[in-house]
């Protein structure tokens, strides 16, 4: 590890830094001293000083000799950190630097220095970056596409909750990129990831998606700048500096509002926590030296803390806080757990239940907010407690008091949780004046249902807690594979099956009678499943990123068009080619528009009228089912609108006005291009396009789409697509003297046909009565010239395929098999015969060529159209 | 054109043809010989099974399994509006690498016979015969005249964009002439 990863791992410990917690801040500590030694070892004396006295702060901290607030700490060592970097970055003589005083170090005070560095680092637009850095910066844009799309999710959580974690997640995300893109010199995408971190600061409660939503598309738009892909994006810095005064979100008119809003979550947040802190509590009881509990309640307590602070909520800040210091006290072996100090501890939750509900109540009716009425004698209490571990702490500050009003538990869970404490507690709880009161209230009820079986309760909440494990990340290894390496992998393994089953299959192994050399060739076999296995799943990735995508653009479209939309996604771990997954966003971001902007009534009255609910739902499911993904989407909005349709498709020429066509057929001319039934153009969609982008799109991932749709109840698009692109499950057929495949995706059945199974219906050719149905019959003999080819249906066989909802029968001499073969391009050349989607070399060494059944059906119907 | 015009016009000429001057490989459809570029050649290989794809374009045979690879194969004889004879002992496929539009194309090409390598110098290079407007002669690289015989010099690429063309007995007709 050289000094600047090191630098790297620094500040990403930093970072996650919590100045309360021990461990975090001894694995700095351990950071730090490793930088040290490593200063010296290059002869970096002042770097080496710097951290040697940056550890020694954080030493103080540690054993409590910091008379400073722990807070600075951080912001001291982040800029060291900073310093180092640049020091080491820009070969600066780190004898210019200028350390934080804090240091002590007695570095001149050379402030031009310092500006001359900033100075380059903020130069606005995108600067390309040297060539040596190719490399780097390849895997910079590899590793920061993935991490734009995490923004993406965390932005898109955060809008629907607000959490800290995540707040903290995307902090640290955007931490991460300026790092990288500082290293890599990209000084723009540097500077809007620092600004971005800025707002995203501790204090900041609430975040400006908005804004963050832009400056992720900004960062995507200059990442595929520096991969060449397109033109450099304009610079965003000023939406931060148009409100940078303003403390982002928080723009004066909706202050109100939001807070309130935000006081919400924090309120439902702050209560889970008291939640979990009592089941922890209830865990302590039976089990004093759960080090894991002490710290959950801890922890609940901390962030409680954090969160009130920002919202000025002294009391709970207050209450939060005291509890802390005490069980600190624990954690450090301080104190001992014994029966008063769990009391103690619940005594602390109670109150903030109570407190919680008068906030509650102070933001649905405006009525001022009240204070628990126990809260100073309890502060004392705790602190009192806490004292007796002969260790001081500032005072907590006196508190008004104000009428207290408890509400009853509202869930049932949470009853059974107070319960067992409830009687616990009884006794001290008599003797502590005016709280009692609140806990008769409570009790009466309580006893009624839970003392009789407080036991079993009390058993049952440690039993749940047992069961709730310790979140365990485990990371998986992964190796960044170029992707051509991957497809010549998957191609070769492709071969390896088909050179296995030629050698299984040949006439000379078939006269082999060794049944132990048998063994072993099937065996042979059997790894090289295997291997194939193992060679498609490596490209397989989930729809996850591609599916968040689309919530994106369904939360865009619906603030741009102003309707209420909810959409909800299901399956998105559904695993699909790399290729398949890349290419079917376009077509899903089609559908799925079209779903909102024009499936989506666009006032809610008439949806109420229709009695759906206001809120239009859109719908996207993967799932995997015989081989295939299917991919859904669904609205209830208006539908397809049938009459409109073939109006607009006898206009142009589609449908003769007097046919009749069905269903299916009408809705399969949708996807014509240039066709639109929208009166108004948007910039959303209305254009006629659309569509057919869908059907080339999909067409070209061997895929299909289905359209069902009820006019007034919504419509659903069905992607049906093979797993992978590179292999396909085939049925082998003969025609004439050659062999073809037909994807297995397309093939309903096969049937021997009889003679009155068989029509000529006028004008549209030999039709073949199928299970009550006419289908139209497609000679494959004749559609490819092959001389030797039946002409007799009734001699050969009739296999039924279905496409995008349309059925024919071909005629075929003869089913051979059903092979998985590996399908290829034909080449350049071939580019008019799109007759077939591409070859495959079968066992005997020869191509097959697959079928296309889309453009079977089409240019059939296209010979009708011209023999009429 | 001006005198100088036209003597840049020669001078380019000049330039082009010595460019040309290189090692061809040399086989032979109805008793014609033709030369390709050796630098474009892959391989050479047995006639092997041809599968026919319908609907394609007729100088197109099929294509054929390359260790793994399916490749395209043309039939010159076809594109050159020649008869249609049967696959002799002798006929053989040579599998040719270009690039065409920034990618890498791969075909085959069925011919009669390969006779020989060549080494053809600037001077045994003259310019295509031009058959006036109705004849695209494009894809002739030149004319090579080795040991009295005379060798089409194809561009590979030229001859697969260019339509079908009637060659044979205008060719023939310029050699008598020349």
């Known amino acids: 590890m050289d000094m600047e990863e090191k630098l790297e791992s620094i500040s990403e410990t930093l970072v996650l830094a919590d100045v309360s917690n021990f461990s975090s801040m001894t694995s700095l500590l351990q950071e730090f001293e490793a930088f040290e030694k490593m200063a010296q070892e290059s002869a970096k004396e002042i770097l080496a000083k710097a951290s040697a006295a940056s550890a020694a702060l954080i030493w103080n901290l540690i054993s409590g000799d910091s008379k400073g607030t722990p807070t600075p700490l951080l912001d001291i060592l982040s800029k060291t950190v900073s310093l180092f970097q640049d020091a080491l970055r820009k070969d600066h003589d780190p004898s210019n630097l200028d350390f934080p005083i804090e240091l002590g170090l007695k570095s001149g005070n050379n402030s031009e220095s310092t500006s001359a560095v900033k100075d380059k680092t903020d130069e606005p637009g995108t600067r390309m970056p040297d060539s040596d850095y190719q490399d780097i910066l390849k895997d910079f844009i590899f590793g920061a596409e993935g991490k734009l799309e995490e923004i993406e999710a965390l932005l898109l959580k955060c809008e629907k909750k607000l959490d800290r974690e995540n707040i903290q997640a995307l902090k640290r995300i955007f931490h991460t990129l300026k790092g990288e893109s500082g290293l890599l010199e990209l000084s723009a995408i540097e500077t809007i990831c620092h600004k971005t971190e800025d707002q995203l600061s501790e204090d900041c409660v609430t975040i400006n998606t908005e804004i963050l939503f832009q400056v992720k598309d900004w960062l995507s738009k200059s990442l595929l700048f520096y991969s060449g892909k397109c033109e450099a994006p304009d610079s965003i810095e000023s939406i931060f500096n148009s409100d940078s005064d303003t403390k982002l979100d928080f723009s004066p008119e909706n202050v109100i509002d939001v807070e309130f809003e935000l006081l919400g979550f924090f309120i439902s947040e702050s209560l889970e926590h008291m939640d979990s802190v009592d089941a922890n509590l209830l865990t302590l009881e039976t089990n004093p030296d759960c080090t894991n509990s002490i710290h959950a309640i801890f922890r609940s307590f901390h962030s409680m803390k954090g969160a009130a602070a920002s919202f000025n909520l002294m009391d709970i800040k207050n209450l939060a806080h005291e509890t802390e210091t005490l069980l600190d006290k624990i954690r450090n072996n301080e104190l001992h757990i014994n029966a008063e100090i769990i009391d103690i501890v619940f005594d602390s939750v109670d109150l903030m239940r109570s407190t919680l509900d008068h906030l509650k109540v102070h933001i649905e009716t405006g009525e001022p907010l009240k204070q628990a009425r126990d809260l100073v004698g309890h502060l004392s209490r705790i602190h009192q407690n806490a004292n007796n571990a002969a260790r001081d702490d500032a005072s907590p500050k006196a508190v008004e008091k104000v009428e207290e009003k408890k509400k009853l538990g509202d869930i049932l869970i949470e009853k059974g949780i107070v319960t067992p404490k409830d009687v616990d507690v009884a006794l001290q709880k008599q003797a502590e004046s005016k709280a009692s009161g609140e806990n008769k209230k409570l009790g009466e009820l309580l006893i009624q249902e839970g003392t009789v079986s407080a036991k079993k309760i009390s058993e049952g909440l440690r039993k749940q807690f047992v069961q709730k494990p310790v979140e365990k990340v485990v990371v998986k290894e992964q190796v960044k594979v170029d992707s051509e390496r991957l497809d010549k992998l998957v191609d070769t393994i492709g071969e390896l099956v088909i050179a296995e089953a030629m050698v299984r299959q040949s006439d000379e192994m078939q006269q082999i009678r060794s049944i132990d050399f048998k063994k072993k060739v099937s065996f042979l076999g059997k790894i090289s499943r295997e291997i194939q296995n193992i060679g498609t799943s490596m490209r397989m990735v989930p729809l996850h990123s591609t599916f968040q995508k689309m919530a994106r653009i369904v939360r865009d479209i619906s603030k741009k068009t102003g309707k209420l939309v909810e959409f909800t996604v299901s399956g998105e771990e559904t695993e699909l080619d790399k290729a398949v997954v890349d290419r079917i966003g376009d077509p899903l971001i089609h559908i799925i528009r079209n779903a909102v902007d024009h499936g989506i009534e666009k006032n809610s009255e008439a949806r109420k009228a229709a009695g759906k609910a206001e809120k239009g739902r859109v719908f996207l499911r993967a799932s995997h089912s015989e081989g295939k993904i299917n991919i859904e989407i669904e609205d209830d909005g208006r539908g397809l609108d049938k009459e409109k349709i073939m109006a607009k498709a006898i206009e142009r020429g589609l449908l003769k006005p007097d046919s009749q066509p069905s269903d299916q057929e009408i809705w399969s001319l949708v996807f014509e291009p240039g066709l639109t039934t929208a009166k108004e153009l948007t910039d959303i969609s209305g254009r006629g396009v659309g569509m057919d982008v869908v059907k080339k799109n999909i067409e070209a991932l061997r895929g299909q789409v289905d359209i069902k749709s009820r006019k007034g109840h919504g419509s659903t698009f069905t992607i049906r697509l093979p797993l992978t692109l590179a292999i396909i499950e085939g049925m082998e057929i003969r025609v004439g003297s050659e062999q073809y495949i037909i994807p297995t995706i397309s093939v309903l059945s096969s049937v021997r046909p009889k003679r009155p199974d068989i029509t000529t219906v006028a004008h549209r050719g030999e039709m073949f009565s199928y299970r009550k149905q006419l289908l139209p019959l497609i000679h494959l003999g004749k559609l490819f010239v092959e001389p030797e080819a039946t002409t007799n249906p009734t001699k050969g066989l009739i296999v039924i395929i279905e496409h995008n909802g349309r059925q024919a029968g071909l005629v075929v001499d003869e089913l051979v098999g059903k092979h998985q073969v590996v399908i290829k391009n034909l080449g350049e050349l071939f580019q008019n015969a799109d007759l077939f989607s591409g070859g495959a070399i079968m066992p005997s060494g020869n191509v097959a060529l697959v079928l296309d059944i889309g453009s079977v059906l089409d240019i059939n119907k296209k010979n009708e159209m011209l023999n009429n | ?178």
Do not use: W
């Open chain 2, 1 to 178: 054109m001006s005198e100088a015009a036209v003597a840049e016009n020669v001078n380019e000429q000049i330039k082009s043809i010595e460019e040309k001057a290189g090692k061809y490989l040399t086989f032979q459809l109805e008793k014609e010989f033709y030369g390709l570029e050796i630098l474009k050649i892959q391989e050479i290989i047995q006639m092997m099974n041809i599968t026919r794809v319908p609907r394609a374009p007729e100088f197109i045979r099929g294509v054929i399994n390359l260790r793994g690879k399916i490749i395209p194969v043309i039939n010159l004889r076809k594109k050159f509006i020649m008869e249609f004879s049967d696959d002799t002992q002798r006929t053989c496929v040579i599998v040719v690498r270009f690039e065409h539009n920034a990618r890498q194309v791969t075909l085959g090409i069925v011919v009669d016979e390969v006779s020989e390598v060549i080494n053809i110098t600037g001077e045994q290079i003259e310019e295509a015969p031009e058959f006036g407007t109705e004849i695209d002669t494009g894809f002739i690289l030149g004319m090579g005249k080795v040991d009295k015989k005379v060798v089409i010099l194809l561009d590979i690429e030229k001859v697969l964009s260019t339509g079908e063309i009637s060659l044979v007995s205008k060719v023939a007709g310029a050699e008598t002439s020349t």
